[in-house]
């Protein structure tokens, strides 16, 4: 649907507009696609000093309408009329000026560019028809199972144990839900219509046609009978599948969000089609030689050829980590059954089929993975693993490579296994304190808003303090992938304390790995993985920290405040105007902590490396820009950064992140609202948490204390949400709406 509103705003200072102007637009781009709003607004947008200008474009960028004028629209230099679009491509504006007897406004013309709708295409591909019966017809045909069922005493036996077993599963799979080759076609947006609604529209059409011929009024009134019936049908068919797709999707919030857009005929859908652009050993190719040339980069920079496994001192831990121990049955049966069913196309039986049939398939599957802690060896068809491009990001150009990250996808059993593993790894790291203080990714209690709590607060109460502050947020390129074997080995032994069988486990576990690209029913070749730690893994996460255990040390030698998340690292250090010169320290810091991660396979991207300086605006912090610089390189200061998933402005008033926040939940809010009328209430309130509170509630701690302007802008998204959900009319008290809910206004839903 497209709108147009004009609107004429009186000169002089009216209180309400902004609010008022806010809800009305809010409720706008909710209902209606494609929105264009045009007039005179007396305001002077070309002021950035002028309040009033300074909160008319806050709001708009709030809730995602871009203003296109930019230059005066008036005899007096100053511009007031205004063209606002929501959904709409506006280009080639032009302001004419006419002649002053005409008016003293001028005129601005522009060019509107709305999307063709594209047709589905069909194409054939092969699938499996999984039913309720496939379990009981999979547990009839599978044999006796004892031969799986005495712990492996060789790696060879292991492996051929797990490749029999494999080999059994896909053959009893093959024959009670064989692959077959079906034409799939991406139908009209409909998937709710069902034999009973078609069977209603039939006969409503049929009546049409016979009133349509005979102008009987018993005809008319069938007609009219018909259709009510069939709109009646065709509602329940709705929320029925909707509630059943979000009960069992309700875990799952990025299919959610690829099917609500599909549902909304929105093109945010994250689902490219790249196999008219690349073939799969293109892909092959380019990920290989991406690790490659990073490589290779890196023993250039070396200072020698002789790299160093252990820069700083570590205490090697008193107790050492020798052995895992067997788990039992009981054990796995709950890490199975709690592991999500992600299936990969190397699984011999896909994962729900696996939690479905567990209780007679457990005991070999037991075995194998008991056999594999004893030996200290992983199964081959365990480090096999499929890589499936993903564009980083959907505007994107589909045919550039680059524009692709690599992500893999491993059996669903093998995952098992570095669970039972990473379990007891953890447990031994934290018992012993190996782990690094300032490391919040992938522990327990910790997470991306601890991390940015400690240094948000170190930061304030240096502004407090009334001292200058540079944050600068570190990035590696790849650096899951560059990661040395060899180093990683040495700093497990040396480092951590893992030595006999636990070591000649993670040794199998990262030698000899293979993988390949599946692109739209093609496969590539196998390429080995020389380096770095699987991504997709359970066990790649944590393996990389423990590989970056001496960088804390490192920083901490020249005094600098640092915290880590995964491989995102933030420094920071604090000083008053007149010793800026301490900011030294941090440049010898960068510098160290460049040759050390070149020392040890890590690239530090100096081109997207971040600096933020956080302070007053004065003469000290201009030439602070003017002089930083990084081993050489010139660092740009930015007016923002994102820090996991946060924006950073340089007085941390976090109004960047708000904007962000509310743009962001507008869209999905938009997208609900369609589907609005066929939901019931409780889906779409999930919905709603879903895509939008789960946004809000984003590091909101960090929102403590932030000023009331900003808590507004981020009550109009959820007083906009309210109305949504409860369908309660633009004009109505809103504070009654969120009482009904249960809902805590955001002010008090950050303090709570």
């Given at each position: 649907?497209?709108?147009?509103?004009?609107?004429?705003?009186?000169?002089?200072?009216?209180?309400?507009f902004?609010?008022?102007?806010?809800?009305?637009?809010?409720?706008?781009?909710?209902?209606?696609?494609?929105?264009?709003?045009?007039?005179?607004?007396n305001?002077?947008?070309?002021?950035?000093?002028?309040?009033?200008?300074?909160?008319?474009?806050?709001?708009?960028?709030?809730?995602?309408?871009?203003q296109?004028?930019?230059?005066?629209?008036?005899c007096?230099?100053?511009?007031?009329?205004?063209?606002?679009?929501?959904?709409?491509?506006?280009?080639?504006?032009?302001?004419?000026?006419?002649s002053?007897?005409?008016?003293?406004?001028?005129?601005?013309?522009?060019?509107?560019?709305?999307?063709?709708?594209?047709?589905?295409?069909s194409?054939?591909?092969?699938?499996?028809t999984?039913?309720?019966t496939?379990?009981?017809?999979?547990?009839?045909?599978?044999?006796?199972?004892?031969?799986?069922l005495?712990?492996?005493?060789?790696?060879?036996?292991?492996?051929?144990?797990?490749?029999?077993?494999?080999?059994?599963?896909?053959?009893?799979?093959?024959t009670?839900?064989?692959?077959?080759?079906?034409?799939?076609?991406?139908?009209?947006?409909?998937?709710?219509?069902?034999?009973?609604?078609?069977t209603?529209?039939?006969?409503?059409?049929?009546?049409?046609?016979?009133?349509?011929?005979?102008?009987?009024?018993v005809?008319?009134?069938?007609?009219?009978?018909?259709?009510?019936?069939?709109?009646?049908?065709?509602?329940?068919?709705?929320?029925?599948?909707?509630?059943?797709?979000?009960?069992?999707?309700?875990?799952?919030?990025?299919?959610?969000?690829?099917?609500v857009?599909?549902?909304?005929?929105?093109?945010?859908?994250?689902?490219?089609?790249?196999?008219?652009?690349?073939?799969?050993?293109?892909?092959?190719?380019?990920?290989?030689?991406?690790?490659?040339?990073?490589?290779?980069?890196?023993?250039?920079?070396?200072?020698?050829?002789?790299?160093?496994?252990?820069?700083?001192?570590?205490?090697?831990?008193?107790?050492?980590?020798?052995?895992?121990?067997?788990?039992?049955?009981?054990?796995?049966y709950k890490?199975?059954?709690?592991?999500?069913?992600?299936?990969?196309?190397?699984?011999?039986?896909?994962?729900?089929?696996?939690?479905?049939?567990?209780?007679?398939?457990?005991?070999?599957?037991?075995?194998?993975?008991?056999?594999?802690?004893?030996?200290?060896?992983?199964?081959?068809?365990?480090?096999?693993?499929?890589?499936?491009?993903?564009?980083?990001?959907?505007q994107l150009?589909?045919?550039?490579?680059?524009?692709?990250?690599?992500?893999?996808?491993?059996?669903?059993?093998?995952?098992?296994?570095?669970k039972?593993?990473?379990?007891?790894?953890y447990?031994?790291?934290?018992?012993?304190?190996?782990?690094?203080?300032?490391?919040?990714?992938?522990?327990?209690?910790?997470?991306?808003?601890?991390?940015?709590?400690?240094?948000?607060?170190?930061?304030?109460?240096?502004s407090?303090?009334?001292?200058?502050?540079?944050?600068?947020?570190?990035?590696?390129?790849a650096?899951?992938?560059?990661?040395?074997?060899?180093?990683?080995?040495?700093?497990?032994?040396?480092?951590?304390?893992?030595?006999?069988?636990?070591?000649?486990?993670?040794?199998?576990?990262?030698?000899?790995?293979?993988?390949?690209?599946?692109?739209?029913?093609?496969?590539?070749?196998?390429s080995q993985?020389q380096?770095g730690?699987?991504?997709?893994?359970?066990?790649?996460?944590?393996?990389?920290?423990?590989?970056?255990?001496?960088?804390?040390?490192?920083?901490?030698?020249?005094?600098?405040?640092?915290?880590c998340?995964?491989?995102?690292?933030?420094?920071?250090?604090?000083?008053?105007?007149?010793?800026?010169?301490?900011?030294?320290?941090?440049?010898?810091?960068?510098?160290?902590?460049?040759?050390?991660?070149?020392?040890?396979?890590?690239?530090?991207?100096?081109?997207?490396?971040?600096?933020?300086?956080?302070?007053?605006?004065?003469?000290?912090?201009?030439?602070l820009?003017?002089?930083?610089?990084?081993?050489?390189c010139?660092?740009?200061s930015?007016s923002?950064?994102?820090?996991?998933g946060?924006?950073?402005?340089s007085?941390?008033?976090?109004?960047?992140?708000?904007?962000?926040?509310?743009?962001?939940?507008?869209?999905?809010?938009?997208?609900?609202?369609?589907?609005?009328?066929?939901?019931?209430?409780?889906?779409?309130e999930?919905l709603?948490?879903?895509?939008?509170?789960?946004?809000l509630?984003?590091?909101?701690?960090?929102?403590?204390g932030?000023?009331?302007?900003?808590?507004?802008?981020?009550?109009?998204?959820?007083?906009?949400a309210?109305?949504?959900?409860?369908?309660?009319?633009?004009?109505?008290?809103?504070?009654?709406?969120?009482?009904?809910?249960?809902?805590?206004p955001?002010k008090?839903?950050?303090?709570?």
């Amino acid at each position: 649907m497209f709108v147009l509103a004009t609107v004429y705003r009186p000169p002089g200072h009216h209180t309400d507009f902004i609010k008022e102007f806010a809800d009305f637009t809010s409720e706008l781009v909710l209902a209606a696609d494609k929105v264009l709003i045009v007039g005179d607004f007396n305001i002077h947008v070309d002021n950035e000093k002028d309040a009033l200008g300074s909160a008319f474009i806050d709001i708009l960028n709030s809730i995602g309408v871009r203003q296109h004028v930019s230059g005066p629209t008036h005899c007096r230099n100053h511009t007031l009329d205004l063209i606002l679009s929501h959904g709409i491509d506006v280009d080639g504006v032009e302001i004419i000026q006419p002649s002053d007897d005409i008016s003293d406004h001028y005129l601005v013309l522009c060019k509107l560019h709305i999307a063709k709708t594209v047709n589905s295409t069909s194409c054939y591909k092969y699938g499996r028809t999984i039913t309720s019966t496939t379990k009981d017809c999979f547990v009839s045909n599978l044999p006796d199972v004892s031969q799986f069922l005495s712990i492996s005493k060789t790696s060879e036996q292991l492996d051929d144990v797990t490749e029999t077993m494999d080999s059994l599963f896909s053959s009893i799979l093959n024959t009670v839900a064989p692959l077959r080759l079906r034409k799939v076609k991406e139908k009209s947006l409909t998937p709710w219509c069902n034999e009973h609604t078609r069977t209603l529209k039939r006969a409503a059409r049929k009546m049409e046609r016979s009133w349509r011929k005979t102008k009987l009024e018993v005809f008319r009134i069938a007609w009219r009978e018909s259709n009510l019936s069939y709109r009646k049908a065709l509602k329940t068919a709705k929320s029925d599948y909707f509630s059943s797709l979000l009960e069992e999707n309700k875990h799952n919030p990025r299919y959610l969000f690829n099917k609500v857009a599909k549902l909304t005929k929105n093109k945010a859908s994250t689902s490219v089609d790249i196999s008219q652009h690349h073939s799969s050993n293109d892909f092959m190719n380019y990920f290989t030689s991406k690790v490659d040339t990073i490589r290779d980069k890196i023993v250039t920079m070396q200072p020698s050829a002789t790299v160093s496994h252990q820069t700083v001192h570590y205490r090697s831990p008193e107790e050492q980590f020798h052995s895992f121990s067997t788990i039992g049955e009981e054990e796995l049966y709950k890490l199975v059954k709690s592991s999500k069913p992600t299936t990969c196309m190397l699984d011999p039986i896909p994962s729900k089929l696996l939690k479905e049939v567990l209780p007679e398939v457990i005991d070999p599957l037991l075995t194998i993975i008991n056999s594999s802690l004893l030996l200290g060896y992983v199964p081959k068809s365990f480090k096999l693993a499929v890589i499936k491009p993903l564009i980083k990001k959907p505007q994107l150009d589909p045919k550039e490579l680059v524009n692709y990250r690599p992500i893999s996808n491993l059996p669903f059993l093998s995952k098992i296994l570095e669970k039972v593993v990473s379990s007891q790894l953890y447990s031994f790291l934290e018992k012993n304190g190996i782990c690094e203080d300032f490391q919040s990714g992938f522990r327990p209690y910790q997470s991306t808003e601890t991390a940015l709590l400690r240094v948000t607060n170190d930061l304030l109460l240096s502004s407090d303090r009334g001292c200058i502050s540079l944050l600068v947020l570190l990035d590696l390129s790849a650096a899951f992938d560059t990661i040395d074997h060899t180093i990683l080995l040495h700093r497990l032994e040396h480092f951590v304390g893992i030595n006999g069988s636990a070591l000649a486990w993670f040794k199998s576990y990262l030698y000899d790995r293979h993988q390949f690209v599946a692109v739209n029913e093609e496969v590539s070749y196998r390429s080995q993985v020389q380096y770095g730690v699987p991504q997709g893994s359970v066990l790649g996460p944590l393996l990389f920290t423990l590989y970056m255990l001496p960088l804390g040390d490192i920083i901490r030698k020249h005094g600098v405040s640092f915290h880590c998340y995964a491989d995102d690292t933030q420094l920071y250090i604090s000083s008053r105007p007149g010793e800026t010169y301490k900011f030294e320290k941090l440049t010898e810091c960068i510098v160290d902590i460049k040759n050390w991660m070149t020392s040890n396979f890590l690239l530090l991207n100096s081109e997207k490396t971040e600096v933020l300086i956080i302070g007053p605006n004065s003469s000290a912090c201009n030439d602070l820009e003017r002089c930083l610089s990084l081993d050489g390189c010139s660092l740009n200061s930015s007016s923002s950064v994102r820090n996991l998933g946060v924006l950073f402005d340089s007085n941390l008033s976090l109004e960047s992140h708000v904007s962000s926040i509310c743009k962001t939940a507008f869209f999905h809010l938009k997208n609900i609202s369609k589907l609005r009328p066929m939901l019931s209430m409780s889906n779409a309130e999930m919905l709603i948490h879903a895509f939008m509170t789960s946004r809000l509630d984003y590091c909101n701690a960090l929102l403590g204390g932030c000023s009331a302007r900003l808590v507004n802008k981020l009550q109009l998204v959820q007083n906009a949400a309210a109305r949504v959900l409860t369908r309660t009319r633009k004009y109505d008290h809103i504070s009654p709406v969120l009482s009904t809910l249960h809902w805590l206004p955001i002010k008090h839903r950050i303090d709570f």
